[in-house]
Structure formats: C-alpha cells, structure tokens
C-alpha cells in the first residue's frame, strides 16, 4: 500500500492523475483481450510490481524507431512505467556508458542474470559475410546475437527489422540481413510493426507479469492479441466489397469518415495488426484513420512484397 501511494504520487508529481492511468489501464487491458474485470490486476502490476524482470536491450541494423516510440510515448509516461516494471541492465539509447564501460556493462549483466533476463532485440542482423555488413564495438551483431540471445530466459523481437529483416533486407539485401530468430536459429516472441505500437511490447510484459505466462502466438511468433485480426476487418473506413469494388453504404459511419483507400494501395487486408483499435499517439489517430494507406508494415517482406506502396488511380 505505502508503494502504491508513492506510485500515484510520483505520477502526479509528472501531471498523470490517477484517472489518466486507469484510462490507460483499460485501454491496455482491452488490447490484451482481457475482460474488465482485470483493469485493477493490470494497474496492481505497474502501482504494486511483485517482480522486476532484468532486461538487456541490444541493438542491431534499424533507425531505433522502436525505442524512441515506446519512450517518447506520453500517455501516460509509457516511458517511466517501463522502467518500473523492468529492471533494464542494458540499453545503449538510454544508458549512460559509452565505448568500453558499456561493453563491460553489457557483459557484467549477461553473468549475473544468465538464464533469467529477457532479451529484447531491436533491428536485424547481417548473415553474409560472416556478419560484416554490421557491427558494434568491432563484434558483428551475429557474434552478439550468438552470444547474449541463447543466456537469455526469453527473447523478445521488436520492430519488423529484429522480427523479419525489415529495411535492411529489402531486395537487393547485399548483407544478407535477417530477422534475429533466423540468423541464429532461435524461437523469439516477435512484436512487428514499423515501429511496432508501445501498447503491444507492454502488453506482452503485462502478460507475462500478470498470468505468468507469455500471450498465445500466432504462425509467424506474434502476440495474437495484437495480430490476430487483418487491419481490413477492423478498418473504420470498411464497406463492403462487390464485383470487385469497394461500395460504400450510404449514410454509414464508414462513408462519413471518408473513402476506403484500397484503390490509392492499401495493404490493410494482407496486413495483421491491431492500429484500428489501439491507435498511435495516446489513441489519437492511425494511419488509415489521418488518411494514408496502410503499408503492411508489420508484415514479413513487406519493403518487397507490399510495394509499391502508391498506386496511381
Ligand atoms: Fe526497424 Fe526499429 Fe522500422 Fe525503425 O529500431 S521496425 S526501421 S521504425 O525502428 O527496427
Ligand atoms: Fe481495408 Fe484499407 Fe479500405 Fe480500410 S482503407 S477498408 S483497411 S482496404
Ligand atoms: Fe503499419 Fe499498416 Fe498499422 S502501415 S502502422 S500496419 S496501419
């Protein structure tokens, strides 16, 4: 109870009452798929942590998308939160070590908590060569990757780059870069997404907190609470489909937000995500929502398989 009262006052000491959390509270917990009911369990995670699970964060070929989503997130200080709930022993965005202190830092983690920390991957890794095409501190990220992922109790792929290659293995793809499971033959829990939205990496750590267990999963490693349903069957723009048009029906909620963008490129019926219903930027808006066609980011390939991105009308 006395942490939980310094909980809620630390968040209000940064401007997030107590309501603004709970809102954020039944938002999580209606994205993990779990009933109402588990809104009090899911804040007692964050208010009251039983746990703090070790984390070490490593970062490969990416743009760091992901982390600067996940900590520039304002709603409600995604950011603190996370770092209550995991004990992050290794990040090289927010860490203050640079150059050999971090190596050491990175290695002192890796002994004290082998078996026990959660590994989260950030950006692909090169094959080819020997893994030359990327490198930190003079190792190649496949040496890293062969190193830290097998010590770790469970590696977590975040963003399409550690999940399935992303940018760095579009065709031509001269590094032979792959998602962090297949350079090193390993089973990670795969949150995609270009960045991935924050909601479904918390959500995943809630899980695992709250129920002891990691969510189910999908064929392709990814929470199915989040990837189970196509963005096409959520869409708010959806109307139906007949002779292979999409015809609006009039007066509905979908022809007042506007038309279904499937002529202007929409990947939105290829693409599993949940940005319909768990939208960006404190649940402001989602791409399909602000007007621009879905790009199946978070699809295996998708730099290849779902460009080009704009087709002419
Ligand atoms: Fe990749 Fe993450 Fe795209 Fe960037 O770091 S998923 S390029 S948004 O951010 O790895
Ligand atoms: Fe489907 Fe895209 Fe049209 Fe939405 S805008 S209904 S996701 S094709
Ligand atoms: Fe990505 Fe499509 Fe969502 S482009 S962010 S999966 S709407």
């Given at each position: 109870m006395e942490n939980e009262k310094a909980f809620f006052d630390k968040l209000e000491q940064k401007g997030v009452s107590r309501r603004d959390f709970m809102k954020y509270c039944t938002l999580l917990t209606a994205t993990m798929g779990l009933s109402s009911s588990f809104v009090p369990k899911v804040a007692e995670v964050f208010a009251a942590p039983k746990q703090r699970p070790p984390v070490i964060w490593l970062h490969f070929g990416e743009c760091t998308g992901c982390s600067e989503a996940l900590l520039r997130s304002t709603y409600p200080y995604i950011d603190d939160l996370l770092l209550e709930l995991l004990s992050v022993e290794y990040h090289e965005t927010i860490m203050a070590a640079a150059g050999e202190q971090a190596e050491e830092q990175l290695h002192n983690a890796i002994k004290k908590y082998e078996g026990k920390f959660i590994c989260v991957v950030e950006g692909a890794v090169a094959t080819k060569f020997?893994?030359?095409?990327g490198k930190v501190g003079g190792k190649t990220f496949l040496q890293i990757a062969k190193d830290v992922c097998p010590k770790a109790a469970a590696v977590i792929a975040i963003g399409t780059c550690a999940t399935f290659g992303g940018i760095q293995a579009a065709a031509p793809n001269p590094g032979g870069y792959v998602g962090v499971g297949e350079a090193i033959g390993i089973k990670t829990l795969n949150i995609s997404g270009c960045p991935p939205n924050p909601i479904n990496f918390v959500g995943t750590v809630v899980n695992y907190l709250l129920l002891g267990k990691l969510p189910a999963l999908d064929s392709?490693?990814?929470?199915l609470f989040a990837y189970g349903t196509s963005i096409h069957d959520q869409c708010q723009r959806r109307s139906h489909f007949e002779n292979n048009e999409f015809v609006l029906e009039f007066g509905s909620k979908e022809a007042e937000m506007g038309y279904c963008l499937y002529k202007l490129g929409c990947k939105g019926p290829d693409t599993f995500n949940n940005c319909p219903t768990a939208k960006f930027n404190d649940g402001t808006s989602w791409p399909v929502q602000a007007g621009h066609p879905c790009i199946g980011c978070s699809e295996p390939a998708f730099w290849d398989?779902?460009?080009?991105f704009y087709e002419p009308t």
């Open positions: 020997d893994g030359a095409y392709l490693g990814r929470p398989k779902m460009s080009p």
